[in-house]
């Protein structure tokens, strides 16, 4: 009877562990257009992992454009919606909130955390329809520009996110136009207060992007490529083509505050937003 007994709570232990593993099935759409469905189990500092055949894929946050949870596909009004550097959550109510996708954890449902305008929010998994983070490149070569002219858009580049999409596909080359306003922390100190050049003190510290720049400062990257600074700077070269992303030059985002507001304005021919 002991013996039986013990059989039976040791299923019941595998069992539970089964429920606690269990995931929320999930389809990533890649900036690429490619579609891989699974199990998504967490976001992290490696990115998105997700099982599939029972094998776990890490896809870093850059590569997602879409988080879809219910079958369904993005349309143009959240393509819209992500233009200017935010993140869109579609609930399945039909509520729609932009703000920043900063964790995902829990078991079933996932445990979304978000941050928007008013304030932190955890959503479960099940009562959303898709997490959109970015266009895909189809999306963006749908909006297009050609010939000569200037675009402008405001990004709120958040003190305490290390990167922030803006949205903007740029080409090698180009010349971006930047106007950063603002006022960000990045410690409790002082001496830790920044603007768009870098806290007023002037100190570098290594495990920053740009070690050989300013703490603090306002700092850019496209794609995965190499950051580079940008800081009061008002125009700057592009390196490279792909999004541009925006962050701060920083190696602790913990008690970081504030942000700065950047008015990005471009001119060429033939380029693309």
């Known amino acids: 009877m002991l013996k039986r007994t013990a059989s039976a709570c040791a299923i019941a232990a595998l069992a539970?562990?089964?429920?606690?593993?269990?995931?929320?099935s999930a389809t990533l759409t890649l900036r690429s257009g490619e579609r891989i469905s699974g199990q998504l189990m967490d976001l992290?500092?490696?990115?998105?992992?997700?099982?599939?055949?029972?094998?776990?894929?890490?896809?870093?946050?850059?590569?997602v454009a879409v988080v879809d949870f219910s079958?369904?596909?993005?349309?143009?009004?959240?393509?819209q919606d992500v233009s200017s550097g935010q993140h869109l959550?579609?609930?399945r109510s039909g509520e729609r909130v932009t703000g920043q996708l900063y964790d995902i954890g829990g078991t079933t449902p996932l445990i979304i955390k978000w941050k928007s305008g008013g304030g932190d929010r955890e959503i479960p998994s099940s009562d959303i329809a898709r997490i959109v983070l970015a266009r895909t490149d189809a999306a963006a070569n749908t909006s297009s520009t050609t010939g000569t002219g200037t675009s402008g858009r405001s990004i709120v580049v958040p003190a305490d996110q290390r990167w922030t999409?803006?949205?903007?596909?740029?080409?090698?080359?180009?010349?971006?136009?930047?106007?950063?306003t603002g006022?960000?922390?990045v410690g409790p100190g002082g001496e830790d207060v920044a603007r768009s050049a870098g806290v007023l003190g002037g100190r570098t510290a290594e495990?920053?992007?740009?070690?050989?720049?300013?703490?603090?400062?306002?700092?850019?990257?496209?794609?995965?490529?190499?950051p580079f600074g940008i800081g009061n700077q008002t125009s700057v070269p592009m390196p490279a083509s792909g999004i541009l992303y925006l962050g701060v030059?920083?190696?602790?985002?913990?008690?970081?505050?504030?942000?700065?507001?950047?008015?990005?304005t471009r001119s060429g021919r033939g380029i693309r937003r």
């Not at 990115?47 to 896809?59: L, P």
Request: charged letters at 20%; hydrophobic letters at 35%; aromatic letters at 6%.
């Open 16 to 24: 539970y562990i089964g429920v606690a593993q269990a995931q929320e």
């Open 44 to 63: 992290g500092g490696v990115g998105f992992t997700i099982r599939v055949n029972n094998e776990d894929r890490r896809i870093p946050t850059d590569n």
């Open 71 to 79: 079958g369904g596909s993005a349309t143009s009004q959240d393509w």
């Open 89 to 91: 959550v579609v609930l």
């Open 165 to 180: 999409s803006t949205g903007i596909t740029v080409r090698r080359g180009e010349v971006v136009t930047f106007d950063t």
């Open 183 to 185: 006022e960000i922390r």
């Open 207 to 226: 495990g920053t992007p740009i070690p050989s720049s300013i703490v603090g400062a306002l700092i850019g990257r496209v794609g995965n490529g190499a």
């Open 249 to 264: 030059n920083d190696n602790n985002f913990s008690d970081n505050s504030g942000e700065f507001r950047v008015e990005i």
